[in-house]
């Protein structure tokens, strides 16, 4: 039997985990979704899901991952034998399939943003001429499949090495880089005049913002900055030793994301309100606003730049753990064959995003429900399959385990006492499905089918 990969560090499988989930989602979508639903008022709501919601399920995958040490699709099948519970790791595996299929397109897009950066071509620039430069870009169909290229061999070369010498060694690089720059960000972005103001928006809870459309974002945005539903959390955790602290892990990686969202909001408010931009511009925020907001301050090409290196480690360190559980069902965890899947996934995955590349070029006028090949994957995976993934994942867990198998695998390498585990269970039983499903449901529009908005 081939040797099974495990972590090397306690740190290091920290950090991998919370590279994959301090992604797009957090810096890239967390801070638009939040100018646009009410900013502090959402924050706090964000905040209350996350903790309440998400820690549970997080621990749950590592309970499942960890206790059956094996891949996506072979976890289900050996708690659940001879029935179709394994479709639930195979979601999974789709899930990360399509989701870097288009997520490699925005990696794309930053290198590319990187380069002109690097390059001077952003420079000296009026906040007029961002929106259409990024236009531009993104409409090239050149230029963004030779970005998207690079972002995918970018992350075939990493995980292509293994756990250890691969995405673990790149993991404790970048993480630590990225909190770096981002401290040096927000330091300089509070040093505005007039910063206050975005500090204050981020910060200080305006309840007469908040809407039942804003909390459902935030109860969205909660699991899915957490990469849970696909169960790469199980194929991280199976990579664990039975003395890894289980709740202590999923805490830290909370606690966190928690911090990446902070900063990013408190590297991008006091900027945008200080030089009087709208916080509610929408997915270009980072694209369009921010590079504006840069150009007008001393140096602030630098700091760009800086923000660019950033968010493409937290692209990267996102895009392994979506490979990686591709990768792991398809190698059954056999090292030997590790680097000829990787390759093989990697280029498939890039060709299958060919057309969400070229949605906003030659085929922006290539349309189905109304959205373009992009919006619609994006639509499918966030809306339908993750959700989907997100409720399988927390009924199978409960159904399929006993709750003394859940305690005696959670209390291995931690002290977790019955307070806390049967808090944990009752919530990731009950109030973590009803909570899923109300997402899902609006996702999909059911309330206003009942004229309810």
Partial sequence: MPQQEHWKSKVGFVLAAAGSAIGLGAIWKFPYVAGTGGGGAFLLIFLLFTLLLGVPLLIGEFILGRKSQSDAITTYKLFAPQTNWHLTGRIGVIISFLVLSFYSV??????????????????????????????????????TLIGQLLFMLMTIIVVAQGIQKGIEA?????????????????????????????????????????????????????????????????????????????????????????????????????????????????????????????????????????????????????????????????????????????????????????????SYGVMADVKFFDKTVFDLVDYVVSNVLMPLGALLISIFIPLKLSKTDLFNEMKQGSNVGKLFFNSWYYLLKYVTPIAIIIVFLDALGVWRWFGIK
């Fill in 106 to 143: 925005v990696g794309g897009w930053i290198i590319l943003y990187l380069f002109k950066a690097v390059t001077g071509g952003i420079s000296g620039l009026s906040e007029e001429q961002f929106g259409p430069l990024f236009g531009g870009i993104i409409a090239d169909p050149i230029s």
């Fill in 170 to 358: 790149a993991s404790k690089i970048m993480m630590p880089v990225l909190f770096i720059l981002f401290v040096l960000i927000v330091i300089r972005s509070l040093t505005l005049d007039g910063a206050m103001e975005g500090v204050r928006f981020l910060l200080v809870p305006d309840f007469t913002q908040l809407t039942s459309e804003s909390i459902l974002f935030a109860l969205g945005q909660a699991f899915f900055t957490l990469t849970l539903g696909a169960s790469v959390m199980v194929t991280y955790a199976s990579y664990l030793p039975k003395t890894q602290n289980l709740p202590g892990s999923a805490f830290s990686i909370i606690t966190m994301n928690i911090i990446i969202v902070l900063l990013a909001g408190l590297a991008i408010f006091p900027g945008v309100f200080s030089f009087g931009f709208e916080p509610d511009a929408g997915p270009t925020l980072i694209f369009t606003v921010l590079p504006a907001v840069f150009n007008q301050l001393p140096f602030g090409i630098l700091f760009f730049i800086a923000f660019l290196i950033l968010f493409l480690f937290a692209a990267l360190t996102s895009s392994f753990s979506m490979i990686e559980i591709i990768v792991a069902t398809m190698t059954k965890n056999d090292p030997s064959k590790r680097k000829k899947f990787t390759w093989i996934i990697g280029m498939a995955i890039f060709i299958v995003g060919i057309p969400s590349c070229l």
